[in-house]
Nanobody, 124 residues
Framework: QVQLVESGGGLVQAGDSLQLSCTAS????????MAWFRQAPGKEREFVAA????????KVRNSVEGRFTISRDNAKKMVYLQMNSLKPEDTAVYYC?????????????????WGPGTQVTVSS
């Protein structure tokens, strides 16, 4: 099990960049695949990006490909989501999630540990 806390959200204008951070605690963080999900008001939680436990494999959703990048630093127990060229439709609460497997999935139900979320608001 890992405990997760997100940071870095805020209010930005369209076209701006933000970097979200997820701070993890727990002895076995390096074994966990990690992901970012987001949930906009009135919508279901959706997959954004994921990274394998080693960091060698990543996946982002089609609508953010080329704009968002996921990375991790196992020594620091951190996961990052670099978000560039933000759009109003990226507005949501962003959640960091972990699963005690080395490989990731795109399904929120497969993730065991979640942070409380951080709000990202993009104005037009």
């Amino acid at each position: 099990q890992v405990q997760l806390v997100e940071s870095g959200g805020g209010l930005v204008q369209a076209g701006d960049s933000l970097q979200l951070s997820c701070t993890a605690s727990g002895r076995d963080f390096f074994r966990f695949a990690m992901a970012w999900f987001r949930q906009a008001p009135g919508k279901e939680r959706e997959f954004v990006a994921a990274i394998s436990s080693s960091g060698t494999l990543t996946k982002v959703r089609n609508s953010v490909e080329g704009r968002f990048t996921i990375s991790r630093d196992n020594a620091k127990k951190m996961v990052y989501l670099q978000m560039n060229s933000l759009k109003p439709e990226d507005t949501a609460v962003y959640y960091c999630a972990g699963r005690s497997r080395g490989y990731y999935t795109l399904n929120a139900r497969d993730y065991d540990d979640w942070g409380p979320g951080t709000q990202v608001t993009v104005s037009s």
